[in-house]
């Protein structure tokens, strides 16, 4: 009878050793992978940040590493990539989890114009970040807010001719965790903002959305004294729009006005560079434009 039980468990604990199963990189700087379990032993290559690793084997190969003053216990683990299959060796284990990666950014912008659907955020560093959403989560976040990301490594093959095949950051999940300075706009400011086009101009709807939102960005943020009365006071806001040359140059001129005892008052002139996609401020004592971070 006791030599069934220890088979048993010899069965067991091979099994543990020799399972197959899937991490991902949880080292923000990558991980290094090595071809034999030893510290010591010559560096093949490095796998991402969040990428998606195979385990084939636990070697019980114990180590501790200091990280920036943490000890780290752990053992080798031998490894390979699911999208680099021919990157294949040993890795230390406490750089690896069971879950997906999750990171907190502001919400930037939303595509969903292509094959793909494409979500821009920033980190706190203000470095972009463009995840693949292919989920049928609703993303209905407003710029600036603050979301939690749940992603991972993960190929695409991008339709055409010749299909290619791309290393792409992939969205599992998202929820929003804050407000950001539009959300927050909104819920002071309880009316839409107005507007009206010069010049015959036909734009498309989803360009006047585009505009929209830009206007709705800069008034959400501005330090303007006579704009944030007139946000507090619930006034009557209006942007127009008009096609303007200024030094040889085309923008989209933007002019912000607000009613002030029954008469409209001009606030900001805002020109917007469509083919930079840069908004800039006028400055009307230096006659100059200033950038306007977005």
Excluded: C
């Amino acid at each position: 009878m006791k030599r069934i039980v220890l088979l048993i468990l010899l069965i067991t604990q091979t099994s543990f050793l020799f399972a197959q199963r899937e991490m991902y990189v949880s080292a923000k700087n990558g991980l290094v992978v090595r071809t034999t379990p030893n510290k010591n032993s010559k560096r093949i290559g490095k796998f991402k940040y969040a990428e998606k690793l195979k385990v084939h084997l636990k070697t019980g190969k114990k180590i501790n590493i200091i990280d920036h003053g943490n000890v780290l216990k752990g053992e080798w683990y031998k490894v390979s990539s699911t999208g680099n299959k021919s990157l294949i060796g040993y890795v230390f284990s406490a750089y690896l989890t069971n879950s997906e990666i999750k990171n907190t950014f502001k919400f930037i912008s939303y595509n969903d114009d292509s094959d793909y659907f494409f979500l821009n955020v920033k980190d706190n560093k203000d470095s972009l970040f463009t995840f693949i959403h292919n989920t049928n989560d609703i993303i209905n976040y407003l710029k600036d807010d603050i979301v939690e990301i749940t992603w991972k490594h993960d190929t695409i093959v991008m339709a055409g001719d010749n299909s290619i095949t791309e290393a792409v950051k992939l969205l599992i999940s998202s929820k929003k965790i804050k407000d950001g300075s539009v959300s927050r706009f909104r819920k002071k400011y309880k009316k839409k903002l107005f507007y009206t086009v010069f010049n015959e101009n036909k734009y498309s709807n989803s360009y006047l959305d585009e505009i929209y939102l830009i206007v709705e960005y800069y008034i959400a943020n501005t330090k303007n004294r006579l704009l944030n009365y007139a946000i507090k006071d619930q006034k009557k806001i209006t942007y127009s729009l008009e096609n303007t040359i200024r030094n040889k140059k085309s923008y989209l001129l933007i002019q912000i006005t607000s009613s002030f005892e029954h008469k409209t008052i001009p606030l900001r002139s805002l020109y917007y560079d469509t083919n930079e996609n840069k908004l800039y401020d006028y400055d009307l004592p230096n006659d100059t434009l200033l950038e306007i971070k977005q």
